[in-house]
């Protein structure tokens, strides 16, 4: 891109100092210091695109880090909530045994009183 915007620059130099005729060498030297200053603009453009592009490759990676991070405790918390439900079920169960148990325990207590 940049080797590209040098010749159509040196280009339109050589054309200029063709068509005009003889140039100075003060209009030679305005010529150059013009490209130079042409140059070292495209030079830090692409130093500047460079940077920018290791700046969105930077935040590109935090951001898949933070996902995996988001899906992992999201995971974990699946993991969390099957193992209290599990544990819910157990209780309920054995709830109901011992209610169970206290109506037969009631039940023969009764059918001995009635003796």
Same mark, same amino acid.
């Given at each position: +891109? +940049?080797?590209? $915007?040098?010749?159509? %620059?040196?280009?339109?130099?050589?054309? =200029?100092?063709?068509? *005009? *005729?003889?140039?100075?060498?003060?209009?030679?030297?305005?010529?150059? $210091? /013009?490209?130079?200053?042409? *140059?070292?603009?495209?030079? /830090?453009?692409? /130093?500047?695109? /460079?940077? &920018?592009?290791?700046?969105?490759?930077?935040?590109?990676?935090?951001?898949? =880090?933070?996902?995996?991070? =988001? #899906?992992? &405790?999201?995971?974990?918390?699946?993991?969390? #909530?099957?193992? !209290?439900?599990?544990?819910?079920? %157990?209780?309920? #169960?054995?709830?109901? %045994? !011992?209610? #169970?148990?206290?109506?037969? =325990?009631?039940?023969?207590?009764?059918?001995?009183?009635?003796?």
């Amino acid at each position: +891109m +940049m080797k590209k $915007s040098f010749l159509v %620059i040196s280009i339109m130099v050589v054309l =200029a100092i063709t068509v *005009g *005729g003889c140039a100075t060498k003060s209009d030679l030297a305005k010529v150059q $210091s /013009q490209e130079m200053l042409i *140059g070292a603009k495209a030079d /830090q453009a692409v /130093q500047d695109a /460079q940077a &920018a592009k290791a700046a969105a490759d930077a935040a590109t990676l935090k951001a898949e =880090a933070a996902a995996a991070r =988001a #899906e992992d &405790a999201l995971k974990k918390a699946e993991e969390k #909530e099957r193992i !209290a439900d599990e544990k819910a079920r %157990i209780a309920d #169960e054995k709830t109901a %045994i !011992a209610e #169970e148990k206290a109506k037969k =325990a009631d039940e023969a207590f009764r059918k001995s009183m009635k003796k």
